[in-house]
């Protein structure tokens, strides 16, 4: 069966574009594939800097034939006393069939004429010929560039094109102003190692081919082959490495014969703190550093870099490498015995010269009303005994942004803030919450472990998302330019990580409150933007992270239901405790005892005036107005329900209100379909209240845990 060979080569590619290319063409080649009936045995998609590519194996000779059912006019518009007008006549001729193929079928909009017909299938290489174009110039990426004078936009300037189709070349042109780019079998090999063309006679043997040229085009086999010698190289060294998934990728994409190089710096710049250290070699230089062992962080003075020229100029390579490594290494000791000849709370006065916002102020006025925030934290959380740590965190927890070191390596914020304070003498606790307050980071998911940390994150969050909030720049759709969904994401997990018992529902308003008087600003639409806000996150979370059933999700926080959207915020523990016990119980089949009992009584107790908060039988229940024993029977099970639904809500044992409403659901189904069954709706208006009042005290019991009219039966 055929296999077809497409290799698009090009200038030197950005590593970031050649995992998106190679990501999007796994994903869209197979499906234009499929949409044009070819089947396939396999699609291998390859890359390196200088091309991207992709192998197509078991593929059909032909596309097969297909039958197509095609509408034309309205039948009356067709057909006139039983012959066919103009209409009929035209869709015939346009479709190519005789009159006597034409056949009327009724449809939702009246009858309509159709015409089955049967398209024969095109040869494959026809229809690849089509496609080649589409999938090369419909790859999506940041900044595409068009070369040459012609319309057409690639990551870089596309140089040379193959294209077969087994042993033969399929005559593609790409076509940019006055350039033409024709296929051949002609590719390039290694521009150091082997600098000649490279011709490729089959389109099975490209890896085979390339790899002679010293090019190996697989990326999984590059990034294999990149683990191995750097662990033998690090082996030699008797250290360790770590290494780095993004790191890896990146290096991996920006060879395509990899070799290691072992470069060396002057042990005193072993000084330095290692994330200084680190951050030049890893983020900025794209080396691997030397440890001394996998539980010794400590720093070796050598590297290793990944090379994609000549293996034996590694020691010129290497030399090149220590030179601007050194020099790297060398501005970070100065910046960072620079920024130590004075205190870190020093710096604040320079926190007014730095704008956080232009319509929000400076970085400095965004300190102090972190400061006031933490201090409203404080109070809900009662830690007296951590306020004075708290607020000297709050007040430094910026200060490292205007030093000289995190000026240059902005990667390192809340990271030198940790290493100035303890330096400057600080207390230990002050320090780690200047680094914590900015966990998580971006995909890490590691939150900050101190009580101090966990406020000062949680206070720098909710100033941000208040004051953008505040000035209506909110998130919408897939644009979020600050980050607004995922520092709402942070102040949930915290919270629930720490199980902080803060009321989120005041914090937001104290917070608008303040923000809306300071610039007389109305505060109802701001508080109920961030309620929204919160409560999607807080949906999204349980039902991703914590695979809670969707329905369940819904039971807790409330569909349309202000009363239960507010009692989520003001306790984000007890939301997530309910969510995780219903999944619990409705794994166990627990759920699915009570559910009919307790989803029945709160749609009718629905039709009733009953508060949804009221647990009061006496105040509610007049006993003259029952008409049958089932109803007195419900009435005193929910005097033995009631009291045990209070002690459930006051001690969170949300099983013993559970098993009380197991133990009320036999006089309840009684109550509906037993021998002394009952019409709820009855006629007497006065009989009618009481029996809904029965079940909404029921209901309202139930809603202690959750809004079972939200929850689903699963069958």
Known sequence: MPAFLLEVGTEELPASFLSDAIAQWRSHIPQTLEAHSLTNEAVKVYGTPRRLAVLIEGLPSQQPDREEEIKGPPAQAAFKDGKPTPAAQGFAKKQGVELDALEVRPTDKGDFI????????????EILTELVREWIFGLE??????????????????????????????PI????????????????????????????????????????????????ERAITIKQQVNESVHNLDGYTEIYPDLLEEVTNLVEWPSTVVGKFESEFLNLPTEVTTTVMVSH????????????????PYFITISNGDPAKSDIIAF????????????????????????????????????????????????????????????????????????????LCKADLVTQMVYEFPELQGIMGQNYALVGGESEAVATAIFEHYLPRGADDILPQSLTGQVIGLAD??????????????????????????????????????????????????ISTDFADERHKGKEQLIAALQDVFRQRIRTLLQEEHQIDYDLVNAVLGENDPEYAERALK???????????????????????????????????????????????????RKEFFQKPSEAAFYNALLDLIPQTVAAQSSRNYMQLVTALEQISPTVSNFFDGAESVLVMDSNPDIKQNRLNLLGLLRNSARVLADFGAIVKKM
């Open 114 to 125: 159709f015409v089955q017909k049967v398209l024969p299938g095109r040869s494959v290489a």
């Open 141 to 170: 990426g940041k900044r595409l560039m068009r070369w040459g004078n012609g319309e057409a936009k690639f990551s870089r300037p596309i140089r040379w094109l193959v294209a077969l189709l087994d042993d033969r070349v399929l």
């Open 571 to 621: 306790d984000l523990l007890d939301v997530r405790d309910r969510a995780l016990f219903l999944q619990q119980i409705r794994n166990s089949g627990i759920l699915e005892k009570i559910y009919e009992t307790v989803n029945r009584s709160t749609r009718l107790a629905s039709q009733g005036d009953l508060p949804t908060t009221e647990l009061e039988p006496l105040k509610h229940i």
């Open 320 to 395: 090149g490498n220590e030179r601007v490594i050194r020099a790297r290494l060398a501005d970070g000791q100065f910046f960072y015995k620079t920024d130590l000849s004075k205190p870190l709370e020093s710096f604040l006065p320079q926190l007014q010269k730095v704008t956080f916002q232009e319509d929000l102020g400076s970085l400095r006025e965004k300190v102090d009303r972190v400061c006031k925030i933490a201090e409203q934290i404080i109070e809900q959380l009662q830690v007296e005994a951590e306020r004075e740590n708290i607020k000297r965190a709050a007040l």
């Open 461 to 510: 969050r909710l100033d941000t998302l208040v004051s953008i909030f505040g000035l209506g720049m909110i998130p919408t759709g897939s644009s979020d330019p600050f980050a607004l969904r995922r520092a709402a994401n942070a102040i949930v997990n915290i919270t629930w990580a720490a199980n902080l018992q803060i009321n989120l529902q005041d914090l937001i308003k104290q």
């Open 173 to 220: 042109e790409l076509v940019n102003g006055s350039e033409t780019i024709k296929s051949d079998r002609i590719s390039s090999g290694h521009r150091v190692l082997h600098p000649e063309i490279v011709t490729i006679l089959q389109a099975t043997d490209y890896i085979t081919t390339l790899r002679s040229a010293f090019v190996a085009v697989d990326v999984d």
């Open 285 to 300: 230089q794209r080396y691997f550093p030397v440890f001394k062992a996998a539980n010794n962080k400590e720093l070796l």
